[in-house]
């Protein structure tokens, strides 16, 4: 059975997230997963759970094969080269790289909103 994350776990799960860059050419074929993400992580429930959290799209008109990178708290990134992933895909691994910082987090006695 896949992994379900709910909309209060990802509330609290976006906490751990900085920022995240999305560039694309929007009239290219290949951006429909980086623009989907785009819309979904604009949410007003992310933004809401996250007030530090900065989302920065970049829309060009180059050539360039579109690009998604999420920076964490505890200063990792993880970029994506989304014409090889779906938006949840995408969000997916990124709910799994935080849930792994939650874990540690509580295993050290850290608050994440200290962050």
Not at 22 to 36: K, L, Q, W, Y
Not at 37 to 52: G, T, W
Not at 92 to 102: A, G, H, I, N
Request: glycine share 2%.
């Amino acid at each position: 059975m896949p992994l379900k994350i709910t909309k209060v776990m990802s509330s609290h799960l976006i906490k751990y997230v900085r920022t995240i860059n999305v560039s694309f050419n929007p009239f290219d074929v290949r951006t429909r997963s980086a623009r989907e993400l785009l819309r979904q992580v604009n949410s007003e429930r992310f933004l809401h759970a996250n007030p530090k959290l900065k989302v920065k799209p970049d829309i060009h008109s180059k050539p360039n094969a579109p690009l998604v990178k999420f920076s964490f708290v505890d200063g990792t990134d993880v970029s994506f080269d989304s014409r090889e992933y779906l938006a949840n895909e995408m969000l997916l691994d990124v709910w799994k790289t935080t849930m792994k910082m939650d874990d540690d987090f509580e295993m050290e006695g850290k608050n994440v909103d200290d962050m």
